[in-house]
């Protein structure tokens, strides 16, 4: 099914609405895919037009909680991409063990998947006792399915092997308990989370970190908040620390390339000068 | 219905599955070393690994041939290629963003998602290929570029390994030309040069 095509002025004002009304900040998102997003709410929320949402939206909080899904949410899997979380075990790891203890933080964590993933990484190299791990979103529905950490045991054979591709150091079932059709993730693991509300358009840093890990979240942002983002990122490490991006993200091209090394190109993982 | 031309182009788009591949390998010898416009291809990959199309082109295509970035600025006389596990999209101020969305028929990188973005970006500037392939990916597509006034080409089926994609196209009318595949780069090469320069996006009326 292909979407209906939205009106660049219509969305320009919904977005404007949204930012006066509700104070989410969606208007420097690269506009190609965000447009999409908006077409597929429109058909799924049953409105004519892009006005007809925005009217909606503005009338009903609930409405724009439900906008907000088709705005922001992303699928992600455990040890989604294994090869950057065996570059983290295998270069990232041993500079984070000589910390007495350790902040990470997944900026833009969905339901919370990667953050679990680092959870499992850190357990199986001693680390998880001393580390806090922030992950952050801004859609209020998906920071309470994460912190469940409840998700289909059907995903846990692709998790499975991700885990496997990574480097996993024993079965990943040890770490989740299954109930019926769903895996609920252990409690050890859920309590070394911290899931709260951050935006990387409007919101700053709020502690030093030593891992910060955004991943397929610059993709949707145009360059300009795109430098704002990573300028974020960038105040929130430590000297030394470590950044992981997207296979597909790259500091090449940002203003703030010259703050970092490459640590692992091909991981896309950097570390802060 | 554009096939006169009378918009000068700012791009190519092409999509394509299962024989495309081959295709392309009769498609890209045609084109000349600066060729006036960027050309994107979109064909699907596996996911998670990388796929080496770059490099397979390459070796067919005098023009340079890369997997398109994040932001990347579209140059004309440049063969872009999509990447695995993302779909590629064009913005209206001329660069690329890819997107980690779901799959779109079951693809991603989708056809559709490259050719609707592209016919939001360039409207009636804008030519369009799709080729041989086993699912219907590309056809919607295909119609939105020819409602927005550019020129769509479809492979004909019986000179396609697979049929579905452009039997597809041409079940929705989404095709203004449907050619041979041996007549595909020529007609290429013809549209280029009625091109009177190398054109991009910053040249487009607003309004």
Redesign the interface.
């Known amino acids: 099914?292909?979407?209906e095509?939205v009106n660049?002025a219509e969305v320009t004002r919904l977005l404007d609405a949204i930012f006066t009304r509700y104070h989410y900040d969606f208007r420097r998102y690269?506009?190609?895919?965000l447009?999409?997003?908006i077409a597929s709410a429109l058909v799924r929320l049953d409105c004519q037009d892009v006005q007809a949402l925005e009217a909606q939206v503005l009338a009903d909080p609930r409405a724009f909680s439900e906008l907000l899904r088709f705005l922001t949410v992303?699928?992600s899997d455990l040890f989604r991409d294994p090869a950057f979380f065996r570059a983290i075990r295998e270069q990232v790891v041993p500079h984070l063990s000589t910390y007495p203890s350790l902040k990470l933080w997944v900026a833009g964590c969905a339901t919370g998947e990667e953050a679990y993933s680092l959870a499992i990484l850190l357990a199986e190299e001693g680390l998880l006792e001393r580390a806090q791990i922030y992950a952050t979103d801004i859609h209020p529905e998906s920071l309470r399915v994460a912190a469940e950490g409840v998700f289909a045991l059907e995903r846990f054979a692709r998790f499975s092997q991700n885990y496997q591709l990574a480097g996993g150091k024993s079965s990943l079932s040890d770490y989740y308990t299954a109930r019926y059709s769903s895996a609920v993730l252990d409690r050890s693991l859920r309590k070394a989370i911290l899931f709260a509300d951050h935006s990387l358009a409007t919101d700053s840093v709020f502690a030093e970190m030593h891992l910060v890990s955004c991943r397929?979240v610059?993709?949707?942002f145009?360059?300009n908040l795109?430098d704002r983002a990573v300028g974020v990122l960038t105040d929130a490490l430590c000297r030394l620390g470590f950044l992981g991006l997207?296979?597909?993200?790259?500091l090449r091209?940002s203003a703030h390339a010259q703050k970092f090394r490459e640590l692992v190109p091909e991981a896309r993982l950097y570390q802060r000068l | 219905m554009n096939t006169e031309m009378s918009h000068s182009l700012a791009a190519i788009v092409i999509g394509g599955s299962a024989g495309a591949l081959d295709a392309l390998g009769m498609i890209l010898p045609e084109l000349p070393a600066g060729f006036p416009l960027p050309i994107v291809v979109a064909l699907h990959l596996l996911p998670g690994r990388p796929s080496g199309l770059a490099a397979v082109l390459g070796y067919r295509c005098a023009l340079p041939v890369k997997e398109a970035e994040d932001k990347e600025p579209i140059v004309p006389g440049t063969l872009y290629v999509v990447s695995p596990s993302y779909h590629l999209l064009v913005e209206r101020e001329g660069c690329f963003s890819l997107s980690a969305d779901e799959l779109v028929n079951f693809s991603r990188p989708s056809i559709d998602v490259l050719f609707e973005s592209a016919a939001d970006a360039y409207g009636p500037r804008l030519a369009a290929v799709l080729l041989s392939g086993a699912n219907d990916d590309g056809a919607s597509g295909l119609s939105r570029i020819r409602e927005s006034g550019g020129l769509t080409i479809v492979q004909a089926p019986e000179t396609a390994a697979a049929s579905t994609m452009p039997s597809a196209a041409l079940h929705c009318g989404a095709a203004d030309e449907v050619l041979p595949l041996e007549a595909i780069g020529p007609r290429l090469v013809a549209l280029a040069s009625a091109q009177r320069a190398p054109s991009s996006l910053s040249e487009k009326e607003t309004g």
Not at chain 1, 246 to 250: A, D, I, R, Y
């Open positions: 099914m292909s979407p095509r660049d690269a506009s190609a895919s447009k999409r997003r992303q699928v397929n610059l993709i949707y145009e360059r795109q997207g296979s597909k993200e790259t091209f």
